[in-house]
């Protein structure tokens, strides 16, 4: 009897400890990033702190404007998401030389903002992405996309992946 008791209760000891594994920030309890200072550029609402993370609240038109702006990352959230889908941005997007993340996405896919005859309206899908963006390297096209794994997910949990995404990129 003290050995099921006992075997039960490892059990449930360790289930317990797998529940909380980080798994590199991919999933799990992610309360903080911790790779490099990272300075990235945000469209949109304002983001939940996330330590070693600066950002750079800016509009969309101000970098359009001015090519010297430069960030690790560009997060565009979902409430700038009808300015980005101005056609006079497909150009910016096609040159841009670090990553651009559109942050909030749902049923629709990121080439609504990089395709001079796509809209939001017009690339609707079952796209059940959260997070999808693009880097451009030597004339092509990179995308990235990231999941909720449910729906106890939170932004700073899709933050943290994010985050540690670009960390580990050349």
């Not at 059990?11 to 490099?36: H, P, Q, R, V």
């Not at 963006?133 to 997910?153: A, H, L, P, S, V």
Request: glycine share 6%.
């Amino acid at each position: 009897m003290k050995k099921i008791f006992l075997l039960l209760s490892l059990t449930i000891l360790l289930s317990g400890c797998y529940a909380n594994e980080n798994n590199d920030g991919f999933k799990g309890n992610n309360d903080n990033y911790k790779g490099k200072n990272l300075d990235i550029g945000v469209v949109g609402n304002e983001l939940p702190d996330i330590s070693n993370v600066n950002y750079r609240y800016v509009k969309l038109n101000e970098i359009f404007k001015n090519n010297n702006i430069n960030f690790d990352a560009l997060i565009i959230t979902s409430d700038e998401f009808e300015e980005a889908d101005n056609p006079k941005y497909v150009q910016f997007f096609d040159k841009v030389t670090y990553p651009v993340i559109f942050f909030g996405e749902k049923d629709f896919r990121m080439f609504a903002f990089t395709n001079e005859n796509m809209s939001i309206e017009n690339s609707k899908d079952n796209n059940d992405s959260f997070i999808e963006g693009f880097r451009n390297i030597d004339d092509e096209r990179e995308g990235m996309k990231f999941y909720k794994f449910d729906e106890n997910d939170t932004d700073v949990d899709m933050l943290v992946r994010l985050f540690n995404y670009l960390d580990n990129l050349d």
